[in-house]
Each structure stands twice: as C-alpha cells, then as structure tokens.
C-alpha cells in the first residue's frame, strides 16, 4: 500500500545538509564514459534506497541516457523510470549527482504516493521530499550552461551574425554543402566552442 502524499510534513527551518553523501569534484573529474555512467546508476540507486525508507514499496526506476536539449531529467512514467541528459550530466558531473538525481527520484517518489498523481509536479509534496528526505532546497530549474546540449549545438559564423546548426546540418555542411547568411550572404563558417 502507498503512503499517503501528507505524510512528510513541510519543515519550519532551512534544510538540512545533504542526506546523499557528496561524491567529490575531483574523483568524478578523473571518470570516463563508462565509469561516469556508473556513477550516475550508483547515485540513482542510492537514492532509492533512501526513499525506501519512507515508501517501501517504490519501484526501482529505470535509468536511461538519452535526454536532449536544455532539460537536464525527467521522471518518465510512462516507461517506468527516470531520463538523463548525457550532455549536461558530462559537463555538470558534481551538481548533476548532487541537484539532478534527487530532484527526479523526488518526483519518482511523490508520483508514486496515494495520491501523488494529484499532486503539481514542483508543489508542496515535491518540494518537502526534497528538503525532508534529500536535505535539499528544492530548485525548479538548473543553472547549467546549455550551449552543447542543444538540438542546435554547432556554431557557425558569417560577417553579422551567429547560426545554430544541428548534427544533421552540421554533417551536410562537413560534407561539401555550402551555406550562406540571408542578410549579409556570406559563406558561413563552422567555430567551434571553445575548450574550457
């Protein structure tokens, strides 16, 4: 049986600090492709596991990698699980683990309350996991730099202007396809974004 969504009652007071242990900046700076994905499944279950402490019965979610553009996750219930964004996981590791992973298994969580089909995606339900259970501060929306997680990530330029192509664009254009701005007419130019 589900808990009811009242159970956790908002808190009077600021959070507490983090129930997730910190995974550390420099450790996670050092991981590679498979060992970051890893990292990202390890966070994912151990924050089911604390969420098994309130709701025993929560699925194990689903863990997929295939998020695109400025969203960073998505509690997919429909599929059964939680959707990442690769690119800004990449980019964003510690925050990613930190910030991202709680806020889904959150709404993970809430979803699967009595009554948490009633319940506004970022109401009061969701914002009290997030202080009560996770120790966070609930935060609707990331401050990630968005630029290489864009549907439109390549960068070209001409004499007045920049233009966002996308992969498919992009290929075309590495192939031999030539394009030119409609205001100045000139060839545009692939940049790309500076290393940081």
């Known amino acids: 049986m589900n ?3 009242t159970v956790l009652k908002p808190p009077g007071a600021a959070p507490n600090r983090p129930a997730l242990p910190d995974p550390g900046t420099t450790w996670l700076s050092q991981l590679d492709e498979a060992a970051l994905h890893q990292a990202l499944l390890d966070r994912v279950e151990a924050a089911w596991r604390l969420c098994l402490e309130f709701h025993p019965d929560l699925p194990r979610p ?3 990698c295939d998020l695109r553009g400025k969203c960073a996750g998505q509690a997919h219930y429909g599929r059964g699980g939680l959707r990442f964004n690769p690119v800004l996981y990449r980019e964003n590791r510690h925050a990613y683990l930190v910030e991202v992973v709680p806020h889904e298994m959150a709404h993970w ?25 996770f120790g966070l501060e609930p935060r609707v929306t990331h401050a990630f730099d968005t630029a290489l997680a864009s549907p439109a990530p390549y960068r ?14 992009h290929a075309l254009a590495r192939r031999g396809r030539g394009y030119r701005c409609r205001h ?12 940081r």
């Open 3 to 5: 808990p009811p969504a």
């Open 62 to 64: 689903r863990v997929w």
């Open 109 to 133: 969580l809430v979803r699967h309350l009595s009554d948490g089909h009633r319940a506004r995606p970022h109401g009061r339900e969701w914002r009290t996991v997030m202080r009560q259970l």
């Open 156 to 169: 070209y330029v001409c004499h007045c202007r920049e233009h966002a192509f996308t992969a498919r664009r």
């Open 184 to 195: 100045c007419a000139q060839t545009l130019v692939y940049q790309p974004f500076a290393e």
